[in-house]
């Protein structure tokens, strides 16, 4: 093994350590941290629980319930028990749904990955070529608009676009349904893929117009920076033409920025769906999370607040890899440093 | 037979009376116009390097741009730039730079960062086989072949250098223009690119050399153009450029060569005019030992004198 090659997998194998270790404590952090405020919750989950029976349910009943579901046990206890069940493999049993939590979260965020996956890919595709049109013509009217169009999404709310759009285009035009991620009052073996897609348009749409503003802006003011850069004078001075210049020099320099900012905003993705889910009762892992918020459902909040942190921390990691292996700056730069 | 007078080969550029201004606007709608180059003339002949020394500031780097045609888009542009006798209209300035006229840059940003070398080197080449030629010029600058598979950031100085020198080797142009080439480099960094220089002049083409080293500047070049304040205030051979300046012609040449270590180390007191606010005559008349009432009255005209130019009242 040469020298550098090992220099180079040693650098991976810390990098590895390293993060492992960031995950292991920021998970350990999150667990208790979201276990304390449930605790201190003022919503009582047998009352929760029961929901609008609450007048026909008596104290014997109520005892029964906060019995079977551990609420009497003291928090260090109930911590202690529901770490036993995220070991299990199940992550305890969700007071919603009656069902293991695991189960609860992989099917909502099947369909959360749907509407988060398409808005990603919208966003990220629409974000990018706005932006390089915008910076390929600084000052320009063109500019100037999807300059203004971003500006204007990016201090817009998530929940107010989805409302807007539910408005013109579910309510007025007819165009999409209402809500919900299937037809309402169809057996589920009959719902199609088409009726999927038509549910899954709205919310999908408004988180890619939202995620859209971010990329675009960045994308933007990254090629206007390199289009005023010494190499790309150089790049005129050697006779090459604009559009070269643009392809071999602005995309180049600015698609690995833009693909590591898309993949870090994956945390800003996960919030943005969570209000899109509620708006349009969309049966994702983000309503999910506000029902067991809601209605006191402690193993499915904390099994979505571990779930997300992971989510988030792996688009963290991607964004932080692919800057660090891709770039040959970063990748090479150290292994030269160190020769 | 009589054999015809022995001229000098035709200019291959030349630059007259080159006006280079930029409108900005200052405090609310006032508007400011900086004046960077102001009536600069000079010319450049097949197989001489033409060194154009001037300090920082005196739009040295805006000629190159100039030149070329890549200066910003709200620059005005005024005077006449020809080429082997034609006029450089900016659809000419498109069609050769790279080509016929070539930049070599001055430092390792003006290579894109995430391009390796080679292809770098290669894209400079206007015909025949890019890739051979690349290889050529790289055995002939002692590049090593692998040196086209890396990456700007991975190149020492010298390397960066020899690559730049490259660009414009490679293009076959026949005019170089070389914007600070050897700034602060190693001594014999230094001497090994500028004789890269003199090499390409030896070839025949013409290299002009523009930097702040009037010392580098006369060991490879045949005349020097003195700037100040964005004008040509003195076109001389370099061998005027001896004892203490007294076959110089211009108060600024001979203030400039008197400012040397080894002449004197003279400092001349003031600094260039505000590009704002240029005086009415002379530009250097608010330092200049022998300004009469005639100097702040008139712009100096560039006169021959002496087998140099000179932009002076007094000079004789």
Sequence with gaps: MRPEERVQIAAVLVFIARKSFRLGTLLVAVCVLSFWLVSHSPIDPVNAYVGADVMRVGPEQRAAIAAYWGLNDPPLQRLVNWGAAVLRGDWGTSMIF??????VISERFTASLALMGTAWVLSGVFGFALGIIAG?????????????YCLTLASTPTFWLGLLLLIVFAVWLGWAPVGLGVPAGVLSDEVTFGDRIRHLVLPAATLSILGVANVALHTRQKLVDVLASDYVL?????????????WKHGLRNVALPAVTLQFASLSELFGGSILAEQVFAYPGLGQATVQAGLRGDVPLLLGA???????????????????????PRIRWGGRYEQC | ???????????????????????????????????????????????????????????????????????????????????????????RQVALRGSDIALVPQSVGFLNPLMRVGAQVRSAAHNGNAAEAQRAIFARYRLAPEVAGMYPFQLSGGMTRRVLVSTAM?????????????????????????????????????????THDIEAALTIADRIAVLYAGTTVEIASVADFTGDGQSLRHPYSKALWRALPQNGFAVT???????????????????CPMSTPDCTGARPEVRALRGGVVRCFHAA
């Excluded at chain 1, 150089?234 to 643009?246: D, P, Q």
């Excluded at chain 2, 223009?177 to 480099?185: F, S, V």
């Excluded at chain 2, 220089?197 to 523009?210: H, K, Q, T, W």
């Excluded at chain 2, 007191?269 to 330092?287: I, K, W």
Aim: glycine letters at 8%; charged letters at 20%.
């Design chain 1, 98 to 103: 009656r069902q293991p939590v695991i189960d």
């Design chain 1, 136 to 148: 390929a013509r600084q000052g320009t009217w063109i500019d100037r608009c999807i300059k203004w």
């Design chain 1, 234 to 246: 150089f790049a005129r001075a050697k006779g090459e033409s604009e559009f070269a210049i643009l």
């Design chain 1, 305 to 327: 607040v571990i779930f997300g942190a992971v989510f988030v921390f792996v688009g963290n990691l991607l964004a932080d890899i692919i800057y660090r292996f891709v770039d």
């Design chain 2, 1 to 91: 037979m009589i054999a015809p007078e022995a001229s000098e080969p035709k200019p291959i550029l030349d630059v007259r009376d080159l006006s280079v201004s930029f409108e900005q606007y200052a405090r609310g709608l006032q508007k400011k116009t900086l004046r960077p180059i102001t009536s600069l003339s000079v010319t450049i002949r097949p197989g001489e390097v033409l060194a154009v020394v001037g300090s920082s500031g005196s739009g040295k780097s805006l000629l190159a741009h100039a030149i070329l045609g890549i200066l910003p888009s709200n620059a005005r542009v005024t005077g006449t730039l020809r080429h082997a006798n034609e006029n450089l209209t900016p659809e």
């Design chain 2, 170 to 210: 490679i293009s076959g142009a026949s005019l170089i223009i070389a914007d600070e080439p050897t700034p602060g480099m190693h001594s014999a960094v230094v001497e090994e690119t500028l004789g890269h220089l003199r090499e390409l002049a030896g070839e025949g083409r013409a290299v002009m050399l523009i």
């Design chain 2, 269 to 287: 007191p003031g600094a260039q005019p505000v590009l704002d606010e240029l005086p009415p005559g002379c530009l250097y008349e608010p330092r």
